[in-house]
């Protein structure tokens, strides 16, 4: 798991490994932004990319800056910077020496806020892709303010299982929680040390699982 969420925040700013100073603004797909935001990535990989409109340079390249942003309303939801592909596509499969297929971007996350999108209002986007003023890209950083503290959680997924033995249960508990995931089961979590603050989570965020309460 990385640990770039809680660097300080100058190194956000710092320039790319290119030794550019560009930055782009990246949509998320329908849909992939719930997908982010329940499971932890290091890394945000998207493919289909249509050539980014108005650039001064040809593309993203590994170091530029990334603002990762979702519509409707337009918001923030992240900061990253363009890594290399692990493994480079070709247009030719069976020819090594053919171009790099198009479309592919790899972006590695230093700043995460998909839990608290920040509003990103007024930036002209021309496409999936588009270049970011560096100005434009410092703003949005800013909106983003210090990163919180980080602290100790726990966390319990408790799942009910008929099994003839131990190791059978163990064996079912991994299956309902790959084929269930954190669409379906709820994951209670709490400060450690503070077992009273437990509260469920599902669909990555606060789910009432007391049914009496939602009763009334």
């Known amino acids: 798991m990385t640990d770039t969420d809680h660097r300080v925040s100058g190194a956000i700013h710092a320039r790319g490994d290119s030794g550019r100073d560009d ?19 290091d890394t945000l990989e998207l493919t289909g990319l249509e050539p980014p409109i108005g650039a001064a340079v040809a593309g993203p390249r590994p170091g530029d800056r990334v603002a990762v942003l979702v519509e409707e309303p337009l918001r923030l939801v992240a900061l990253g910077r363009v890594a290399r592909p692990t493994a480079e596509r ?3 499969p069976d020819d ?5 297929a198009p479309g592919a971007l790899v972006v590695t996350y230093i700043r995460r806020a998909f839990d608290d999108p920040v509003p990103a209002e007024g930036l002209a986007l021309q496409g999936p892709v588009s270049a970011l003023p560096a100005d434009a890209y410092g ?3 800013e909106r983003l303010g210090p990163p919180p503290e980080r602290r100790s959680w726990l966390v319990s997924v408790d799942i009910p299982v008929e099994a003839a033995t131990r190791a059978e249960a ?3 508990f991994w299956s ?21 603050a437990m509260q469920a989570y ?3 965020a606060e789910a009432n699982q007391d049914p009496e309460e939602e009763d009334d």
């Open 170 to 172: 163990v064996r079912l």
């Open 202 to 204: 599902v669909l990555g």
């Open 139 to 141: 703003e949005l950083a």
């Open 23 to 41: 930055a782009w603004a990246v949509l998320l797909p329908p849909g992939r932004y719930d997908a982010e935001r329940l499971v932890h990535h």
């Open 176 to 196: 309902y929680v790959r084929d269930l995931g954190p669409r379906e089961l709820p994951a209670f979590v709490w400060p450690a040390g503070d077992e009273l």
């Open 90 to 92: 070709r247009e030719d």
């Open 96 to 100: 090594p020496q053919s171009d790099p």
